[in-house]
């Protein structure tokens, strides 16, 4: 089964190599989507691929990189057809 997620990541997630990490992990479970840095200090990603790989997604960035400190996940479940094709890093 596919779906997609969308995550905002609170906490020391800037300038900890959390975008670069969350492009390796995203890539190794293949995913397609999206991960930035907001304005607010935060991350925000989105994913795409199969449940099982979505939900291990999800408890990685629970963790995050090594130098991450997460306080906060908020995730958002939908479903629907693909819009990405690969994975990227957005400025």
Same mark, same amino acid.
């Given at each position: 089964?596919?779906?997609?997620?969308?995550?905002?990541?609170?906490?020391?997630?800037?300038?900890?190599?959390?975008?670069?990490? &969350?492009?390796?992990?995203?890539?190794?479970? /293949?995913?397609?989507?999206? !991960?930035?840095?907001? =304005? #607010?200090?935060?991350? +925000?990603?989105?994913?795409?691929?199969?449940?099982?790989?979505?939900? &291990?997604?999800?408890?990685?960035?629970?963790? /995050?990189?090594?130098?991450? !400190?997460?306080?906060? =996940? #908020?995730?958002?479940? +939908?479903?629907?057809?693909?819009?990405?094709?690969?994975?990227?890093?957005?400025?």
């Amino acid at each position: 089964m596919t779906g997609r997620l969308r995550v905002h990541i609170q906490g020391r997630v800037q300038g900890v190599g959390f975008r670069y990490a &969350t492009y390796r992990q995203a890539v190794q479970r /293949g995913l397609s989507g999206w !991960v930035r840095n907001a =304005v #607010d200090g935060s991350v +925000e990603a989105e994913f795409e691929g199969d449940s099982d790989a979505l939900q &291990t997604m999800l408890d990685w960035c629970r963790q /995050g990189p090594v130098f991450a !400190v997460v306080t906060s =996940v #908020d995730e958002q479940w +939908e479903s629907g057809a693909p819009l990405y094709d690969g994975f990227q890093i957005r400025s």
